[in-house]
């Protein structure tokens, strides 16, 4: 049990945390973007000083593209032990004027506060700097071991996280990972997420002519490429709104009885989200729920587009180029790889004589679910509730983290636990994002909690 005075500790220090918290936020740490890479490199280096002050032994690697950021405090030989992930890389802020005040501007209004990354992932994996804080005030050590991994590229896709896992599988041995950057069930109801969708991100080019034409000149002659797309990008799915590449559905798990009786017991009210969402209806597969199918169930959808003339007035064109970024969520037990080749296939199958199109996979992740049934997740929902004062709820996620998979495949992790301290309205990679104060201070109450309640 965690002791009253750490407790204590942390809600003295409310005022600071968030001080600290808006100066991480103030690093327009864009991964995609290469002309942010030297911010990148800046909150790199922001995270490796805080876990430096904090008398962690600290190393900052370089990799292809962004550091990875790695920090230990191992007092027992033989101790359990906690690795804890989180990305210090946010996604781009864009549409920039929807924002009230700047993405890297952090404003603090009614409780919040809004900057891009303040929910994912700076501000739920500050919490975990600053329970280690605390505990290391009241108790001079940890009650276990904890590894602290941190790296810039979750949103590229964790590109090469994966090498660095396998280079320093000994030193990153460990009983258990946490990992903050999900979410709450709903804002007030914690939960522990026991399933990841995977993804499979493509894009198309598509080649028509050789240059941009004049329509009138030689419209009926040659083949129109973003024509072409649009076609090709409708096949994808059938009315019925299923997904019509062949094979899409062969290795999905279906859900279990048990599972969607869970999922329906969960209260969820349609007609909030269609207001927050601001459509009239949900769509979808009409068998499953809507947490069904935002969490269980694959999809496939068009990320962007873009081809021949869309500025002031009208061009008669053809346009030579066309292209499109598509992505799919996937679930349990679909592999990045093979659905990427059954795309490919049927996207070449549907190409028309007359345009070329050429396949670029940008990024993918491995579907994830993690056995409810273990030691360290009862810790983790014992830990939750002193944060919160509230038990979790076990829920499944639809978005993705690349590198959990490979927690289990290359660490042999089983004990994976997912804890979001934020909330589904946060407005992750939109504008806005914003993080509710109250939760980050009640994700540094459960993050000191785990480290108590782990150890043995
Ligand atoms: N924090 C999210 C993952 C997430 C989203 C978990 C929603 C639970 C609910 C993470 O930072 C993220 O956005 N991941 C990307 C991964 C992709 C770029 C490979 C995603 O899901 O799009
Ligand atoms: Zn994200």
């Given at each position: 049990m965690i002791p009253k005075e750490t407790l204590g500790k942390i809600d003295g220090n409310r005022k600071r945390y968030v001080e600290e918290l808006l100066e991480f936020l103030r690093i327009p740490s864009v991964s995609t973007y290469s002309r942010h890479a030297v911010d990148v490199r800046r909150a790199a280096e922001w995270v490796f000083n805080h876990l430096k002050r904090l008398e962690f032994h600290t190393k900052l690697t370089e990799t292809e593209r962004h550091p990875v950021v790695y920090g230990e405090h191992c007092p027992y030989p033989d101790g359990p032990t906690l690795l804890i992930y989180g990305h210090y890389d946010v996604q781009p802020p864009e549409p920039l004027e929807e924002w009230t005040t700047p993405p890297f501007t952090p404003s603090i209004r009614e409780g919040y506060v809004y900057a891009r990354g303040a929910s994912d992932d700076k501000g739920q994996f500050f919490t975990y700097l600053k329970a280690i804080e605390a505990v290391l005030a009241v108790s001079g050590k940890l009650p276990i071991n904890v590894k602290v991994l941190v790296e810039g590229e979750e949103e590229i896709g964790s590109p090469n996280l994966g090498a660095f896992l396998k280079s320093h599988q000994d030193q990153l041995k460990a009983n258990a990972v946490a990992v903050s950057d999900s979410s709450q069930f709903a804002q007030g109801t914690p939960a522990i997420t026991y399933g990841l969708r995977g993804l499979s991100y493509l894009q198309l080019d598509l080649q028509g002519p050789r240059i941009d034409l004049h329509s009138g000149s030689f419209g009926g002659l040659v083949a129109n490429p973003l024509q072409a797309l649009c076609t090709m990008i409708s096949a994808l799915k059938k009315p019925d709104g299923s997904?019509?590449?062949?094979?899409?559905?062969?290795?999905v798990l279906p859900l279990e009885q048990w599972e969607r009786e869970e999922m329906a017991s969960l209260s969820f009210d349609e007609n909030q989200l269609k207001e927050y969402l601001g459509v009239e209806e949900l769509v979808g597969?009409?068998?499953?729920?809507p947490m069904e199918r935002k969490t269980a169930r694959p999809t496939l959808d068009v990320n962007g587009i873009w081809g021949g003339f869309s500025g002031e007035g009208a061009k008669t064109v053809i346009p030579a180029r066309a292209g499109a970024k598509v992505s799919m969520r996937l679930v349990p037990d679909q592999k990045p790889n093979v659905i990427n080749a059954l795309f490919k296939d049927y996207i070449r199958s549907l190409t028309p004589s007359g345009v070329r199109v050429q396949i670029t996979e940008l990024h993918g992740a491995e579907p994830v679910l993690v056995t409810r049934d273990q030691v360290s997740v009862k810790a983790a929902a014992r830990a939750i509730e002193t944060g919160f004062g509230k038990a979790p709820v076990f829920i499944r996620e639809g978005g993705s983290i690349p590198i959990v998979n490979l927690f289990k495949?290359?660490?042999?992790?089983?004990?994976i636990l997912l804890m979001g301290?934020?909330?589904?309205?946060?407005?992750a990679h939109s504008p806005n994002e914003r993080f509710s104060l109250e939760d980050f201070h009640r994700g540094i109450r459960s993050a000191a909690a785990l480290f108590y309640e782990l150890a043995v």
């Open positions: 997904i019509a590449i062949p094979n899409f559905y062969a290795d597969e009409g068998d499953y729920s495949e290359v660490l042999g992790l089983d004990s301290w934020g909330s589904p309205d946060d407005g």
